[in-house]
């Protein structure tokens, strides 16, 4: 058997993070075992869907790397299949025509609330003669679902799930509109799109009962079903706009690293030992459903931006160049050109390390793309004193000495502190303010050393002046 998973997003709105989780589950189990990833896109509510969340899905999809097998299927395009199928089921007995009208539903469902009871369809058209319909009024196809015994569910996280079929009504599979309910057209396009594995939230298990109902009466085989826990707050209540970021759009925007998401992801309710830092192939390699845990998963954000620092200071110095410059376009204040990219690029190795979102990093690095005079912070401007001047334009004279290589910038500091009897950070802290505008940098060598001996220089000048 070939594996075969598939995400099916809703295109009403952003890719949530959990959609996120569902997705990447899906992607990690099929590759484990060697099989295919698909998607389908479940459009069929067409007053909420749209082409802009649908391209927002694909987009946030190839972001974080999840490739799919083969294009993705539209739920809309396939209507006709689903009435099909709910014809076949109606021609071999396990469905039929019921007439109720929406008044008589409502009439229902309101004496079953009146008795405590759910809100379930009473089943007075199941074998009824369909002779006795009431002109004028067309017919919805319901489900002959089993009333007696059970419907379980040998679920891969939750373990054996069970339900009477008595708590269950009759479900409608095609509307008195001829359109597909969503319970039915999901059990149609996984049979055929031979989907082995259902893997989604743990919302969707009592779905899963009306689900199995349909398969056992079209003689499907039923795939195996693993319903993975919800991802709440850090406060244990549903995750939503207080806790922080929701989708993978707004990841992206706040400077994270898709790689990065992905590892906290996998963590989210999936764990091996004590490892927590986990690339790609290697969570492939390990990955399996059966080790998802049962209970919901906490978001944390704060161990989101310490995992996603790891990831930048592991990530690829030309890479984190690229996207340290598209997050500095738009400011105004900059002189961006290949001369801020050479700087941006020669100190990364050092940026890097400090940074835990590439926001971080593009703050700390707008510098080099700044033009003289330099706009200074407060506090470095404090540095600047009269005696600080003094110093700079001193120990500009011993760095024009140099070939501005770092291993000569720190020798000629060094020397300049020892024999101005100085102390080292005396001396790097009035030039950093005057090099960066602020109080913070790399070290100062490697500062001096991205800038360039011009650049450099000059800056240091209107400093001092």
């Not at 002189?335 to 835990?356: D, N, Q, T, V, Y």
């Amino acid at each position: 058997m070939t594996v075969r998973t598939r995400f099916a997003p809703s295109p009403t709105g952003m890719l949530h993070i959990g959609g996120a989780r569902t997705a990447l589950f899906n992607y990690l189990f099929s590759r484990h075992h060697n099989g295919a990833f698909l998607l389908r896109i479940e459009d069929t509510d067409r007053e909420r869907s749209t082409e802009a969340a649908t391209k927002t899905i694909l987009e946030g999809l190839d972001w974080l790397g999840l490739t799919r097998d083969e294009a993705p299927v539209y739920q809309s395009s396939r209507a006709a299949r689903h009435a099909e199928v709910a014809m076949e089921m109606l021609a071999a007995g396990k469905a039929y025509r019921c007439y109720c009208t929406a008044e008589e539903l409502k009439e229902m469902r309101e004496k079953a609330v009146a008795k405590g009871r759910s809100p379930r369809y009473d089943g007075r058209w199941r074998d009824r003669d369909p002779a006795e319909a009431p002109a004028g009024v067309k017919p919805a196809i319901r489900l002959k679902a089993p009333r007696d015994g059970e419907t379980v569910v040998e679920d891969l996280v939750q373990g054996p799930v069970r339900v009477a079929n008595a708590e269950m009504d009759d479900l409608i599979i095609l509307r008195s509109d001829g359109t597909p309910t969503y319970l039915h057209a999901v059990v149609v396009d996984d049979h055929d799109m031979a989907i082995t594995h259902v893997i989604r939230g743990d919302d969707h298990l009592t779905n899963t009962f009306r689900q199995v109902q349909i398969y056992d009466a079209m003689g499907w085989e039923t795939p195996k079903f693993a319903h993975i826990p919800l991802i709440h707050g850090a406060d244990g209540a549903k995750l939503s706009k207080r806790h922080g970021a929701q989708s993978v759009t707004e990841f992206r925007e706040q400077g994270f690293l898709p790689e990065a998401v992905c590892n906290y992801l996998l963590r989210l309710g999936w764990s091996h030992g004590d490892l927590e830092v986990v690339d790609r192939d290697e969570a492939i390699g390990l990955f399996d459903i059966v080790d998802v845990n049962r209970g919901a998963s906490r978001m944390d954000f704060s161990k989101l931006t310490n995992l996603n620092g790891v990831y930048i200071r592991k990530a690829d110095d030309d890479r984190l160049t690229r996207e340290v410059f598209e997050r500095l376009a738009h400011r105004q204040d900059l002189s961006l050109g290949s001369i801020a990219a050479g700087r941006i690029r020669a100190l990364m190795p050092a940026l890097k390390e400090r940074a835990k979102t590439l926001i971080e990093l593009a703050d700390a690095a707008a510098f080099l793309a700044r033009v003289v005079p330099l706009p200074m912070e407060p506090k470095a401007a404090a540095q600047l004193t009269a005696e600080a001047r003094l110093l700079l334009r001193e120990v500009a004279v011993d760095l024009g000495a140099t070939d501005f290589s770092v291993p000569a910038l720190d020798a000629a500091l060094r020397a300049f502190a020892e024999r101005t009897g100085r102390k080292l950070g005396q001396v790097a802290q009035p030039l950093r303010a005057a090099l960066t505008g602020s109080t913070v940098s790399p070290g100062i060598d490697a500062t001096l050393g991205a800038l360039g001996k011009e650049e450099a220089l000059a800056r240091i000048a209107a400093a001092s002046v």
